[in-house]
């Protein structure tokens, strides 16, 4: 009989569900994946905790998602929170009240592991040769993931979309010195970055993963309806990154809504994560950059396959 495995993962900006059903020693078939842009670390930065109505938004998700689990009959689960977890003081009481709800026990994974699992997630689903880089934008940190084949080098850094946005974008549309402060401290992480992955720059594949990426892919495509297939494995170019910011950056929030593509509860977030991308193409100097919609819960779902 098969076994039908799952991934939760709680993050700064969206909680999401993968349940699948293995195949063969590292292939699956995904039987639902699902994303809920639920904002766990709204106010996370500024109070160093988590905030009530953000963890009730969470808990409902939560909820919802382990009946989905009990009617996919799964045999073994795996549940991890990240960044705003991590950062935030009162996180026993989420991690209680999230064990109560789902009866699984969550795992706070930290940057190094987050970054191990969703590199094995990414690299796992596009075949490639020669050294790749993983760069995942979270809400609350950007995971970097280097290596050739398996994981050699990573490095967390304390810059995600959510983060950003509440740090530096109180204006709307952002004013030209809000993003020139966001991008003067993105840039000295990316210091950090070239120092523990000395390598960085001579790696031959780019991928990119997370909702920042996937959203300026459907944007640059002009999709109105999420398609897995037009997104996973799309290439970006430096220019195409750039436009997407320009048009998002110099527009209010009803004009970035109206753009084909753009979510709802992405829409306050969004040009903090493009100040994030469109630095690391500038700064790291890459061309292009992949998507790739296999990450972390993918990640998380090969490390338990047998």
């Known amino acids: 009989m098969a076994k039908t495995l799952a991934a939760i993962d709680c993050g700064t900006n969206s909680t999401r569900l993968l349940i699948v059903e293995q195949t063969g020693q590292r292939e ?8 809920q842009i639920t904002r766990l670390g709204e106010g996370t930065d500024r109070t160093q905790e988590l905030g009530t109505e953000a963890m009730d938004r969470v808990l409902a998700t939560l909820i919802d998602f382990a009946g989905k689990i009990k009617d996919h ?18 996180r026993d009481i989420f991690l209680m009240a999230a064990e109560e709800v789902t009866t699984i ?16 997630g990414a690299t796992n689903s596009i075949s490639s040769t020669g ?47 809000e993003l020139s402060a966001a991008q003067s401290l993105i840039d000295l992480h990316l210091d950090d970055v070239l120092m523990d992955i000395p390598s960085i ?14 959203a300026t892919s459907m ?15 799309h290439i970006m170019s430096k ?11 110099t527009d209010n929030r009803e004009g970035r809504l109206s753009n084909p593509g753009m979510e709802e509860g992405r829409v306050d977030v969004i040009v903090g994560g493009l100040c994030i991308l469109a630095q690391i193409m500038r700064k ?12 972390i819960l993918d990640g998380l779902i090969l490390s338990q396959m047998k």
């Open 73 to 90: 009959d799964v045999s073994e689960i795996k549940f991890v929170a990240t960044s705003a977890v991590r950062d935030a003081r009162n």
């Open 131 to 177: 050294p790749s880089l993983v760069i995942d934008i979270g809400g609350g940190s950007t995971e970097f993931a280097f290596g050739e084949g398996e994981l050699e080098f990573s490095h967390s850094a304390d810059i995600g979309c959510v983060r950003i946005s509440e740090r530096f974008i109180a204006n709307d549309p952002p004013l030209p010195e």
């Open 284 to 295: 790291l100097e890459f061309e292009q950059i992949q998507v790739s919609e296999s990450d």
């Open 219 to 233: 944007i640059e495509q002009g999709l109105p309806d999420y398609n897995f297939d037009s997104v996973h494995g």
């Open 239 to 249: 220019q195409d990154i750039e436009e997407v910011f320009r048009l998002l950056a």
């Open 201 to 214: 720059q001579s790696t031959t594949n780019i991928y990119g993963v997370a909702g920042t990426i996937s």
């Open 105 to 120: 026990k969550p795992e706070i994974l930290d940057g190094s592991d987050e970054a191990r699992f969703t590199f094995l």
């Open 28 to 35: 699956y078939k995904t039987l639902h994946r699902e994303a």
